[in-house]
């Protein structure tokens, strides 16, 4: 059996010491590559944007809710960049509930300080 590597992320919750906001809301990130899904990219901003929704939205399905990279991709990552340095207390990854949460497996969180 063929081993597919894919990185699917719904939405990513950075919370700091002494904030209650989400540090990485509406940040620039950026991800190896982007899977596009009926013409439409999985683009990595649909990690930070807040929106929690877990299971595809209704047919058409014209309305994009999670990031991907692109099927095969052996060196996947996504990264976010907050703009300034937090003391970080937690990191929230919300998966796909319908399909797909087996991509998001053996995954590794590090912080780095350099710009994306």
């Not at 063929?2 to 950026?30: P, Q, T, W």
């Not at 058409?60 to 970080?88: H, K, M, R």
Request: charged fraction near 15%; include cysteine; glycine fraction near 4%.
């Amino acid at each position: 059996m063929e081993e597919l590597s894919m990185l699917i992320l719904l939405n990513i919750f950075i919370l700091c010491h002494g904030l209650r906001d989400n540090v990485a809301l509406y940040k620039d990130s950026r991800q190896s590559s982007t899977h596009y899904e009926s013409g439409s990219p999985g683009s990595p901003f649909l990690a930070t944007d807040g929106n929690k929704q877990q299971v595809a939205y209704q047919p058409p399905f014209d309305q994009l809710f999670c990031t991907s990279t692109i099927t095969n991709d052996l060196t996947c990552w996504w990264a976010v960049d907050l703009g300034q340095e937090y003391s970080i207390n937690s990191v929230t990854i919300f998966n796909r509930l319908d399909c797909c949460s087996k991509y998001v497996r053996q995954m590794i969180v590090s912080s780095e300080l350099y710009s994306i």
